[in-house]
């Protein structure tokens, strides 16, 4: 490929870095931010919480964004944005201005993702999409690993605003970088914005999500805290796909679902969501839990998955280019499966070397479960389709990752009480049926790519 695809390809996934670097940084400096802003926990938790729901109350106005004003111009104005809050967060004279804030934040980094790998794929072409995104699947991994390492580090010898002025050099490189080679992407009319769509989704899922990752609490079913934000976000995401299918101009439009590898492939990235973001929680807490390791200690452990995947993206971005997302992601499916049966298998206090091969091994077969499935979708659909498309397989993958820990996290709690090594065995039996869930749909994968739908489907301009 030329050098200048190499160049955009790092600067876009400079900005999904900083997106998922800020989505756990924060984790480890909330109990200095409590301290030091004179605040309790609970309320400084939503510094945390403020930018994961803002993050995905954006989601879904990406697609719509993208198309209006170009995906580039819609990248930078986030990026832009992106850095310039985060010298606010640090100079946060109180507590409600640091959540307010980080929700700003959340709502610019929730869109830089998806618009990055919609500018991405329409600058580079199908034929070469899996390598440039197997780039971008390096920062997307990395980045949340990293998260309670660097914020580890920062607090340790530093202060809690350091955890956002980190993100300005590299936010103002990047958007410099960016202002004079990534494409701005081509600005028309995407049609009359669909406001009823747009209230629907922006409420369905950032409460299914609130909702998800309140479920593994104690004493959660019952609750009204947590079944309320889970019936409202079931409901309204239910309220969207009825008005979504008649609308003449819809936010997402639904009709995408009818292209059989599409289909296929967003299923596949809901339950590699589970597999990869939503087995991180319950690989915390068994390192922490079950294997006695403080959280920096933990944080440190986790790194030799993220390492594995790592090392795997290159080749498989240039194996998707050659033979599909679809064999790709049912090898690294099953070796998923089989490398997370050990965990459902193997004492607590096993070596440290065993453990640490089967994390990196899982990581790399995570790289070819992931990416690949990714690519196969937008290749499934036209240019003009992408921002659609990139919106929601980020929105599945999203809901995947956050009912995958919710699931994995009830499982956990009920099962602790016989004690911890059968009750993390209990929940990586579950992670493997996840896995393995996530493997049959891969294998759908590559029969749809195998007999594809005639073209890539078109529809008329909206509006």
């Not at 034929?127 to 309670?148: F, H, K, Y």
């Not at 003009?384 to 820990?405: W, Y």
């Amino acid at each position: 490929m030329p050098p200048e695809t190499w160049r955009l390809a790092g600067i876009i996934a400079s900005g999904a870095f900083l997106s998922g670097l800020d989505a756990s940084i924060v984790n480890v400096g909330l109990d200095t931010i409590t301290t030091q802003l004179g605040t309790s926990l609970s309320t400084a938790q939503w510094v945390a919480n403020g930018y994961l729901i803002a993050m995905a109350s954006s989601l879904p106005l990406c697609g719509w964004t993208s198309r209006r004003i170009g995906a580039g111009r819609l990248w930078l104005a986030c990026l832009a944005a992106f850095t310039l809050v985060s010298v606010a967060c640090a100079f946060a004279p109180t507590i409600g201005w640091l959540i307010a804030l980080r929700v700003v934040q959340g709502l610019s980094a929730g869109m830089l993702i998806p618009a990055g790998q919609t500018a991405l794929g329409q600058a580079v072409g199908p034929s070469r999409l899996g390598r440039v995104m197997a780039t971008l699947g390096v920062a997307v991994t990395l980045a949340p690993a990293l998260g309670p390492v660097v914020g580890g580090l920062v607090i340790h010898v530093g202060s809690w605003p350091w955890l956002f002025l980190l993100n300005v050099p590299v936010g103002a490189a990047a958007l410099a970088l960016g202002l004079r080679f990534v494409p701005r992407g081509e600005a028309g009319d995407p049609g009359r914005l669909d406001r009823l769509g747009l209230a629907l989704l922006s409420v369905g899922l950032p409460v299914l999500v609130w909702g998800f990752t309140r479920w593994g609490e104690e004493g959660a079913f019952g609750r009204l805290d947590v079944a309320g934000p889970l019936a409202i976000g079931v409901a309204a995401l239910a309220a969207y796909g009825v008005h979504g299918r008649y609308s003449a101009s819809p936010l997402l439009d639904l009709r995408l679902f009818r292209n059989r590898a599409y289909r296929a492939a967003t299923l596949t990235a809901m339950f590699s969501g589970a597999a990869l973001f939503g087995a991180g929680l319950l690989f915390a807490l068994y390192f922490q839990i079950g294997r006695g390791a403080d959280p920096l200690a933990s944080g440190l452990l986790l790194i030799g998955a993220s390492v594995g995947t790592v090392v795997a993206l290159p080749f498989t971005g240039r194996l998707v280019d050659r033979y599909g997302g679809g064999p790709l992601a049912l090898l690294g499916g099953l070796v998923t499966v089989v490398t997370t049966v050990p965990f459902a298998l193997l004492d607590l206090d096993a070596g440290e070397w065993i453990v640490q091969v089967l994390l990196f091994a899982r990581g790399a077969g995570l790289a070819a479960a992931v990416m690949p499935v990714m690519t196969s979708a937008y290749k499934a659909v036209t240019a003009s389709q992408l921002p659609d498309a990139a919106t929601q397989v980020n929105i599945l993958s999203r809901v995947g990752g956050a009912l995958g820990g919710a699931i994995f996290a009830v499982v956990l709690a009920s099962a602790l009480g016989r004690g911890p090594e059968p009750a993390f065995h209990t929940a990586f039996w579950w992670l493997v049926g996840a896995s393995a869930l996530g493997t049959a749909s891969a294998a759908w994968l590559t029969l749809a790519e195998r007999a594809p739908d005639p073209a890539p489907l078109q529809y008329a301009s909206r509006g």
